[in-house]
């Protein structure tokens, strides 16, 4: 059965900020809720994902609804009644915030169709909704199972989670994930599932920004740092380069023989992320022309494989490499580094 944490901010980096006595009260009441919060949540996409598995185990899944998917926004007015209000014209909304989920939703649509040609999270035209001023100082932003959520931040260690577009972009891609491969948030599978919000997410950041693989500075959630966590020397939440960064929020392993049992996914994360930042620094160019075409395709074309490890997955992506550029043996090459470089 699918089932994710799919927030960008791990629950123990929360429970970390609302354990430390040296931060505002404030804060540390804003981090225990927001860690809370991510609790209850939890049951709500275990049944999404239950209910995924089951559609597309019985074809049910093979209808499209739309030839591209309707873009929503709902105000929760920083409730936690979803999906909240409705917002009749978000595009040209006077509320920053609906403007960017609007904007950013529709600019990964965009991205998911032109560069991969799928037609929204489970490439049937799927309407993506996001609930925007989720809560009181919610510092987090999430993938349901159905639906995006994101919170204003408690304005100090976190901003407006919609300021980060590698954010969005991350979590849609839980979406991706939910309705092609199915990765499980346990062990090897659970930090894959993490690893494709990141790359993709980053990959999104890249298109959207115009870089090459150079230019890029492979860093997932560094606009959506608030002024204290800035002046505690964090400039992310992970560092894709550079996985162990200790100014990442969130530092993670490096390679793959320091993965233990029970971790994280947003940390076991670290290795394959490594992986794929090297086999496109390896081969240059833009991270989603060839690379990004390599890591789509097996996320895509392997068929439900919830407890896929990471072995199979390296060797699924050579596999690929091959299948999908034989007369580009460069390409090859560069996903073996990837995964030489983390011990694979």
């Not at 577009?165 to 991350?170: A, F, K």
């Amino acid at each position: 059965m699918y089932q994710c944490t799919c927030s960008i901010v791990p629950k123990d980096v929360l429970e970390r900020i609302a354990g430390d006595k040296k931060l505002d009260p404030e804060l540390r009441r804003a981090a225990a809720e927001s860690a809370r919060l991510s609790d209850v949540l939890r049951l709500l996409r275990t049944q999404h994902g239950a209910l995924t598995t089951l559609a597309r185990s019985s074809g049910a899944h093979l209808l499209d609804l739309a030839t591209a998917p309707s873009v929503t926004v709902y105000d929760c007015r920083h409730t936690q009644t979803l999906p909240g209000a409705p917002i009749g014209s978000p595009a040209t909304s006077k509320d920053g915030t609906v403007k960017r989920a609007f904007k950013e939703t529709s600019s990964v649509v965009k991205f998911y169709k032109t560069i991969f040609g799928r037609n929204s999270v489970d490439n049937a035209g799927m309407t993506l909704m996001s609930s925007i001023h989720y809560g009181k100082s919610y510092n987090n932003a999430m993938w349901t199972g159905s639906e995006m959520l994101y919170g204003d931040g408690d304005g100090k260690l976190f901003i407006d989670f919609t300021d980060g577009n590698d954010v969005i972009g991350h979590e849609l891609t839980h979406g991706v994930t939910q309705h092609s491969l199915q990765l499980s948030y346990t062990g090897d599978a659970g930090g894959l599932n993490e690893s494709m919000s990141d790359c993709f997410g980053s990959m999104f950041r890249q298109w959207e920004a115009g870089q090459d693989v150079k230019a890029a500075d492979w860093l997932i959630g560094s606009d959506i740092m608030g002024p204290v966590a800035k002046k505690k020397g964090y400039t992310c939440l992970r560092n894709m380069a550079n996985p162990a960064d200790k100014a990442a929020l969130a530092a993670q392993p490096t390679q793959y023989s320091q993965i233990t049992p029970g971790m994280d996914p947003h940390y076991s994360s670290g290795p394959p992320n490594l992986a794929f930042t090297t086999a496109c620094r390896t081969l240059g160019g833009k991270s989603w022309e060839k690379m990004g075409q390599v890591w789509y395709a097996v996320l895509t074309t392997s068929g439900a494989n919830p407890g896929m490890t990471m072995p199979q997955f390296a060797a699924r992506a050579r596999q690929v490499a091959h299948q999908l550029y034989p007369k580009l043996p460069a390409v090859a090459a560069a996903v073996d580094a990837g995964w030489k470089k983390i011990g694979i």
